[in-house]
């Protein structure tokens, strides 16, 4: 049964905000301020990502301001000094590609925990960026479009899913019907789940 059809490109900001290596510290947190982005990639050249400054890595001018850092702060109060982005942003940039689903997307967001992400081609040029917030946007897809979806993509394998429907309701899709290979059920609740805008899948099966 087929996966998501959706990948980062298609719910990616194509026009991103990014800043060179000698952007210099109040350029940046003005940038950040008029976008309301919380992050910007650094590029070189002809836009190749070579790190990302985030808000995370501007704070401790604020917070070494005053206090001595401890033995476990070093490393960030290093940065309290930065004045430019290359003294600033964290490198390698933790990037990802327009052909990357949602799901590796989301699972790269939560282990390295940042905000956005980088959308980069194979050479490491910049295409885009993906924040959370566009990981979000399948879910405003209306209840039809994701039963329309499901019908098409997973209940149109008649050999395996003849007799089944699927009505969408807040985006939880219940899944009615006979269905005579009990073992198919957690297959075909997996690829119901697939879909982008599956809020939870319910199983109602009857006897064939």
Known sequence: MPASRYTVSD??????????????????VALMDQWKVSALPVLEGEGRVI????????LPKEEFRTDEPRPDEFAA????????????MSSPAVTVHPDATLAEAAR???TRRVKRLPVVNDVGMLEGV???????KVFLRTDAEIE?????????EPA??????????DG????????????????????????????????DLGAP
């Open 51 to 58: 790190g990302v400054v985030s808000e995370a890595d501007l």
């Open 11 to 28: 719910v990616m900001t194509h026009t991103a905000i990014a800043i060179g290596r000698d952007a210099p510290y109040k350029e940046i």
């Open 130 to 136: 993906v924040s959370r917030s566009d990981l979000l």
């Open 172 to 203: 939880v899709a219940t899944v009615r019907g006979p269905l005579a290979d009990r073992s198919m059920v957690p297959l075909v609740a997996r690829a119901v789940r697939a879909v982008e805008g599956v809020v939870d899948v319910r199983m």
């Open 148 to 156: 329309q979806d499901i019908r098409r993509s997973v209940l149109g």
């Open 77 to 88: 109060a290093s940065k309290a000094g930065a004045v430019r982005a290359g003294e600033l």
């Open 160 to 169: 395996a899913t003849v007799g089944l429907d699927v009505t969408v309701a």
């Open 108 to 110: 790269i967001m939560a």
